[in-house]
């Protein structure tokens, strides 16, 4: 059964510092792995989509890479501001399984 | 404006009685998927389905039922046969295998 890991649960950091954001997976026979933002007592937002033949894609300030042999994944914030504040989550979609299967995220602070 | 909406944001259940989530989505999207929320836990798949008049139960689908008349529509019922129901529900669509849109999610209480 596919388990969903995000390490740190809980990060605060400066506003302006580069970070990085843990998820590994127990299955490496992944279809693909997402990353998704949500605000507090919203809906998800996605931020980037990794197919699993890819190792890794970018937007903006936001770098996800994937390495399926070893299932993990990192989500990198370059320059973090106030706005990036928001809990994090990574899932993993599983062909077999048709289904997503949740981390239980990160939750990041970036203060002023 | 192309999205995925959910109503009501805020819902309240008595003691016994049945209520009904509903949601919309007009990205043409084939499939669509009924997850709950709990602090700490994640997202937990309820239901999905992937056409019209099919569906599949998730992980957790004890108490709930739903329904896919229509490739737009989606709607959730919490039974009273569900004893915890108090959580934030979020509904998604996508095509199949590729990216899931999420709607604003609609949190139901227990009075």
């Known amino acids: 059964k596919q388990e969903v890991t995000q390490i740190p649960a809980a990060l605060s950091v400066p506003e302006g510092e580069n970070l990085v954001l843990n998820c590994s997976f127990t299955?490496?026979?992944?279809?693909?792995l997402q990353w998704f933002r949500q605000d507090p007592g919203k809906g998800l937002t996605s931020l980037l989509l990794?197919?699993?033949?890819?190792r890794e894609q970018t937007s903006g300030r936001l770098n996800a890479s994937l390495d399926k042999s070893s299932g993990r994944s990192t989500l990198y914030i370059a320059a973090s501001q106030p706005g990036d504040s928001a809990t994090y989550l990574c899932?993993?979609?599983?062909?077999?399984?048709?289904?997503?299967?949740f981390g239980t995220g990160t939750l990041l602070a970036v203060q002023p | 404006d192309g999205g995925i909406t959910q109503s009501p944001k805020y819902l309240f259940r008595k003691e016994g009685q049945n209520v009904t989530l509903s949601c919309e989505q007009n990205?043409?999207?084939?499939?669509m998927y009924w997850y709950r929320q709990d602090p700490g836990q994640g997202l937990r798949l309820i239901y999905y389905?992937?056409?019209?008049?099919?569906?599949q139960k998730g992980d957790i689908a004890e108490g709930y039922s739903v329904s896919r008349e229509k490739k737009e529509s989606f709607p959730l019922t919490v039974t009273s046969a569900q004893k915890n129901p108090t959580a934030f529900y979020l509904c998604?669509?996508?095509?199949?295998?590729?990216?899931?849109?999420f709607g604003p999610g609609t949190r139901l209480l227990v009075l």
């Open positions: 998604a669509s996508s095509m199949v295998g590729e990216t899931q849109y």
């Open positions: 389905s992937q056409i019209v008049n099919d569906f």
């Open positions: 990794i197919q699993s033949s890819q």
């Open positions: 899932a993993v979609y599983g062909g077999a399984t048709n289904k997503l299967i």
């Open positions: 990205l043409n999207h084939d499939a």
């Open positions: 299955d490496s026979a992944i279809y693909n």
